[in-house]
């Protein structure tokens, strides 16, 4: 099948050019200019620009939490996925303890069976000793090389000397550890601080871990990595007391990658206060004004390196278990069908980034650090046919009831975004058109070479 997009605006690395792009199968042909080969299809793009299929750093499909397992599976949420764009989701594989890596492995690709857009895994994991160690290699062999652990959670925290050791280990392969960051031992104090105050609604759940204890998280972080000498990923930066230390570690030579996410940059702490607040509870919680307008600005200098969901979804109903006690509400929201025109809405729209800075945020720096680059995140002749055809002029609110996502509920229920997704090429084929999944089931397992530490 050889589809001819024309008349586009191409989101190219350095620059946008009106022209028109040509795939052959399941890879680009040709990029720029005017093509007028013989072709199977033609879509007009008049008005459109046309980027490099986005990737999604950071989901939580069909994952166990406590007694319950997130609303979305691997079906649901790639659907919402792909038709907002995301052509490729990178999803946090789960090594719970006991558990070898292998078998969190295939467990996670039984789950990802019959996914609408194409994933990868990376691997979080809750033990270090020498048998997870040794699977290590087995883990590149098999295409994940990231990893995850946490400073958090009493089934996966890790003590900052395990993740010393894990970050100088993995720097060695050129693999790559993304910490959650977060001071367990304070935020639990406040919690029980509040709960014996009778201070139990969703609001709480921010009050529980303000800023600095993710600062302090970010900190610990950094140091163990400056001492380990390899670098340090801050999994869905929120504060701007993180965004600083981190600037820090960078001002003293350290490779440090950054993500955050869409709900960082447009939700705020006061919507705890609204009757569906269980809805945004989720770790890091919402935040203030000043902390979204300093991830904007980081954004814009260059200093994020990408943008993640943490599509982690439950419903109301899941969440209401925690409706007189904030702190056993499941964590997390649902968003990965909204990352690319909340990131536009806000950051483009919003005068922020420029629609380069986009395609780079969205799709080549995560394509680059996780093994994926130049067969994803760039329009170049020979890359995968991945690709989004997104309309900046399509005014629309989000609602959960139209998003794909199995949750009746959105964090983002009524946001007002600019533009969107329009059509979608998955593996050469197109899978999105007009906005509606027109073929669904057709990801791939996504086998990710190690890691282009783009700033070592
Ligand atoms: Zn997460």
């Given amino acids: 099948m050889r589809i001819l997009i024309k008349n586009a605006f191409l989101v190219l690395e350095d620059r946008v050019e009106l022209g028109d792009l040509l795939t052959d199968g399941r890879t680009i042909a040709q990029v720029g200019g005017v093509i007028d080969g013989p072709c199977d299809k033609v879509i007009d793009a008049k008005g459109c620009y046309v980027f490099p299929g986005f990737i999604d750093t950071h989901t939580h499909f069909d994952l166990e939490v406590g007694s319950t397992v997130t609303a979305d599976n691997f079906v649901t949420g790639t659907k919402a996925a792909v038709v907002g764009g995301t052509t490729t989701v990178l999803d946090f594989a789960t090594q719970e303890r006991g558990m070898t890596l292998m078998e969190a492995f295939h467990k996670w690709e039984n789950k990802a069976k019959n996914s609408s857009c194409n994933y990868g895994f990376h691997m979080a994991?809750?033990?270090?000793?020498?048998?997870?160690?040794?699977?290590?290699?087995?883990?590149?062999?098999?295409?994940?090389?990231?990893?995850?652990?946490?400073?958090?959670?009493?089934?996966?925290?890790?003590?900052?000397?395990?993740?010393?050791?894990?970050?100088?280990?993995l720097a060695k392969e050129d693999c790559i550890i993304g910490i959650h960051c977060?001071?367990?031992?304070?935020?639990?104090?406040?919690?029980?601080?509040?709960?014996?105050?009778?201070?139990?609604?969703?609001?709480?759940?921010?009050?529980?871990?303000?800023?600095?204890?993710e600062a302090d998280g970010v900190g610990r972080l950094m140091?163990?990595?400056?001492?380990?000498?390899?670098?340090?990923?801050?999994?869905?930066?929120?504060?701007?007391?993180?965004?600083?230390?981190?600037?820090?570690?960078?001002?003293?030579?350290?490779?440090?990658?950054?993500?955050?996410?869409?709900?960082?940059?447009?939700?705020?702490?006061?919507?705890?206060?609204?009757?569906?607040?269980?809805?945004?509870?989720?770790?890091?919680?919402?935040?203030?004004?000043?902390?979204?307008?300093?991830?904007?600005?980081?954004?814009?200098?260059?200093?994020?390196?990408?943008?993640?969901?943490?599509?982690?979804?439950?419903?109301?109903?899941?969440?209401?278990?925690?409706?007189?006690?904030?702190?056993?509400?499941?964590?997390?929201?649902?968003?990965?069908?909204?990352?690319?025109?909340?990131?536009?809405?806000r950051a483009v729209k919003g005068g922020y980034l420029d629609i380069v800075e986009m395609g780079q945020l969205l799709s080549t720096r995560a394509a680059k650090l996780f093994g994926l680059y130049p067969r994803k995140g760039a329009l170049q002749a020979g890359s995968d046919a991945d690709i989004v055809i997104f309309d900046p002029d399509a005014p629309h609110a989000i609602h959960a009831a139209t998003n794909l996502h199995n949750c009746d509920n959105s964090p983002y229920e009524g946001y007002e975004a600019a533009g969107k997704a329009r059509d979608v090429l998955l593996n050469g084929q197109l899978v999105v058109e007009n906005g509606q999944l027109v073929a669904p089931g057709k990801g791939e397992y996504v086998h990710r070479d190690r890691c282009g530490r783009y700033r070592k």
């Fill in 125 to 169: 994991m809750s033990e270090w000793n020498d048998a997870r160690i040794a699977e290590i290699p087995l883990m590149i062999e098999n295409g994940v090389t990231s990893f995850k652990m946490y400073m958090v959670y009493d089934n996966m925290r890790l003590s900052d000397g395990v993740m010393y050791e894990a970050i100088k280990y």
């Fill in 182 to 213: 977060e001071n367990d031992d304070i935020l639990k104090a406040r919690v029980k601080e509040l709960k014996a105050a009778g201070k139990t609604g969703s609001r709480y759940h921010a009050v529980s871990r303000p800023n600095i204890v």
């Fill in 223 to 345: 140091d163990a990595a400056y001492l380990a000498g390899g670098p340090a990923w801050v999994v869905h930066l929120s504060t701007k007391e993180g965004l600083a230390i981190a600037r820090r570690a960078r001002e003293r030579g350290q490779e440090v990658y950054l993500e955050s996410c869409p709900q960082y940059l447009v939700l705020e702490e006061s919507m705890y206060d609204a009757p569906d607040g269980a809805k945004f509870i989720m770790s890091p919680p919402l935040r203030s004004k000043d902390d979204q307008e300093a991830l904007l600005k980081a954004m814009a200098a260059g200093e994020i390196d990408w943008i993640g969901t943490d599509h982690c979804s439950f419903t109301m109903a899941q969440k209401a278990v925690g409706k007189d006690d904030f702190s056993k509400t499941p964590n997390g929201g649902a968003g990965v069908q909204n990352r690319a025109e909340i990131v536009y809405t």
